[in-house]
């Protein structure tokens, strides 16, 4: 017999297709009593841009040269390597000396244009955005004191909304401005070119006779927004990425989460109530985070809430470990804790993190590629148990990495740390010689009491709680579709926590804590219960992720079967007492005990006792 010809012929009383629907059903109440993240269908966020070509090979015939020459190479660039190039303004008389190259522009926009400068002898250094003739928005900026010396614009719907010059280190400043062009841009380029200290033309440059000085350049960029982002290079094409966003649902609105990469949908999402006991949860540059031989850049980064909050941890020059940590927690102790954060890859691909007790005696640390997300086999210090660590891909590079752990039987306190590393440890911590520039981007932390990582809760200058997710059907709208003589519940649902927790999945319906269908992860299997009585004990760890599962009963004779996963169906028998009067999806009862955290696709219900064979083809 086919799988297919398995399948029940009866159509299901009950069908709640999360996963399609993207919606409730009208007759199931739901309510949270916080806000909550998730993500859906389609929303993302501009990520990573520049609109130049070949933004740091000023030498290419990408960019045309005025009055200047271009020595290729000739100095260590901020990102180390020796891709600097030398601007040397020549001699001519009573002219402009720069570079420029044309980028896609749009009419009344914001633009954010970039270089990276260092004096030789030259001393100044400017940027002009330019439109037609006569319209530009410029500034003109002192790289010997590191100060902007002059800005302005002209022409119609021209001007400068923000200018700003900041060191990265051995000379090098990043010269940044901020413009809005107006609507006359048919001839539209970035220039970036030497002064004498005089202002800017109606041209878009200085005008002066040049003596052979030189200046330093490196990584041009420009991007269609009104704040400047970490430099990302191009070479023969621009690039602008986007980042899958996460959102956030007010409290009482229930979420359909999606993977935020592969874009499925995931279905209806329930999570039990967490509390992120981290404080500035994505600031890192506040004095809460402590750090050592590191520093942050604040919101350099586009990060997965869509904004521009994305930090920087930055290694010192120093040959020993580089990271940063918030400081003795308060925890419960010989409680299993979860600490997980957004990482992306900088300079530095690899990171790792740890979660120590408050004295740092005892720990677990384990160490991650950004690359690829592999993390390592992770090693532990003192008395810390149950370890176990994970890393999600969230789009565009982000990962969320966890780390869980009891870190000791103990303590009261604990330390989240977050390391800039060279490869993926397995043992010591990740030490080595920094270069006083390089690093990992970084962004929402969370410590949370429990064996795995729930959705981000965002905190400023206190913890947060999430409320539990709570469905439930009542009344008529249970009776309407429920057989008390008999009848078979279906559900597909994606879990959150590994088959050893003793969670409830509560996808069946319950009237108090005895009277009650519901499956729970016990060891390395999972049991179906009825009035609190084992009655199908599942196969090998068929809830640990994505588990299909099928239950049936006949009041009648008092018996039950179950499977899951295709797997063979198990047999037993109970004792029932009373009619059930309510479905709670994801918990255990209305009051939201042993809450399920994961996501629903598709819970069914149908009138009847399906076979054995039809048992296993729905859940195949």
């Known amino acids: 017999m086919s799988l297919a010809s398995s399948f029940p012929a009866i159509r299901p009383a009950l069908l709640l297709d999360f996963a399609n629907a993207k919606t409730l059903d009208p007759r199931v109440t739901f309510t949270r009593a916080s806000s909550a993240v998730y993500y859906d269908d389609d929303t993302m966020a501009k990520a990573e841009e520049n609109l130049l070509l070949q933004s740091q090979d000023f030498d290419n015939a990408a960019w045309f040269k005025l009055n200047s020459t271009i020595t290729a190479n000739t100095a260590v660039a901020p990102d180390g390597t020796t891709t600097a190039e030398t601007l040397n303004e020549g001699t001519t008389a009573a002219v402009g000396h720069y570079i420029n190259t044309s ?104 005008v002066y006779t040049g003596t ?6 490196w990584g041009a960029q420009v991007e269609q927004r009104s704040a400047v982002t970490a ?78 909050t994305g930090d920087k941890l930055v290694e010192d020059t120093t040959s020993n470990s580089h990271y940063l940590y918030f400081n003795e927690v308060t925890i419960a102790a010989n409680t299993a804790h979860t600490f997980s954060v957004y990482l992306k890859a900088g300079e530095r691909a690899f990171a790792a993190i740890e979660l120590s007790n408050g004295s740092g005696t005892s720990s677990a640390c384990v160490g991650v590629n950004l690359t690829t997300g592999a993390v390592g086999t992770g090693f532990a210090r003192g008395t810390a148990s149950s370890i176990s660590a994970t890393s999600t891909s969230v789009g565009n590079g982000w990962w969320r990495v966890s780390i869980t752990c009891v870190v000791d039987n103990s303590s ?68 309407s579709w429920y057989n008390n003589a008999e ?31 519901n499956y729970i992860p016990a060891g390395s299997s999972g ?16 809830l640990n992720i994505n588990a299909r599962v099928a ?49 629903f696709k598709k819970i069914a219900y149908y009138p009847q006792r399906l076979t054995n064979a039809q048992l296993q083809a729905l859940t195949a």
């Open 103 to 206: 980028f896609a522009i749009s009419a009344n926009t914001t633009y954010a244009a970039s270089v990276f400068a260092k004096n030789v002898d030259g001393q100044y250094v400017y940027i002009t955005v330019r439109g037609a003739s006569g319209n530009i928005a410029y500034a003109v900026f002192d790289i010997s004191a590191g100060t902007v010396s002059t800005s302005a614009a002209l022409g119609t719907g021209f001007s400068v909304t923000s200018t700003s010059i900041t060191s990265v280190g051995s000379g090098w400043y990043r010269c940044v401005l901020v413009a809005q062009v107006g609507a006359n841009i048919s001839s539209n380029n970035i220039q970036i070119g030497m002064s004498d200290g005089s202002a800017v033309s109606g041209s878009g440059f200085p």
């Open 212 to 217: 052979n000085r030189t200046i330093q350049l």
């Open 527 to 542: 049991i179906s219960s009825f009035d609190g009585t084992t009655v199908r004990s599942l196969t090998s760890s068929v």
């Open 231 to 308: 430099y990302t290079p191009t070479t023969t094409a621009p690039i602008t990425n986007y980042v899958p966003v996460l959102l956030t649902a007010a409290s009482g609105v229930p979420r359909f989460d999606r993977n935020p990469v592969t874009r499925e949908s995931l279905g209806l999402l329930i999570e039990e109530s967490r509390t992120n006991l981290l404080t500035r949860s994505d600031d890192f540059g506040n004095a809460t985070w402590l750090k050592v031989r590191s520093s942050i850049t604040s919101n350099t980064l586009v990060a997965p809430d869509g904004a521009l």
């Open 487 to 517: 009848g078979t519940f279906y559900a597909n649902f994606v879990t959150s926590w590994s088959a050893a927790l003793p969670y409830t999945v509560g996808v069946l319906g319950a009237n108090s804590a005895n009277e009650r269908i």
């Open 412 to 479: 009261t306190t604990a330390d989240c740390i977050i390391y800039s590393a060279t490869s993926v440890i397995s043992s010591g911590f990740p030490g080595y010689t920094g270069d006083g520039y390089s690093g990992i981007f970084i962004w929402g932390a969370q410590l949370e009491a429990g064996s795995f990582a729930t959705s981000y809760i965002q905190t400023v200058a206190s913890q947060v709680t999430r409320s539990t997710d709570q469905a439930s059907m009542t009344g008529t709208n249970f009776s």
């Open 551 to 599: 239950t049936s009963l006949i009041a009648a004779t008092n018996q039950v079967s179950g499977t899951s996963n295709g797997a063979s169906v198990n047999t037993g028998s109970f004792s029932k007492t009373g009619v059930l009067s309510v479905f709670n999806i994801g918990n255990l009862s209305t009051s939201g005990g042993n809450a399920f955290s994961g996501t």
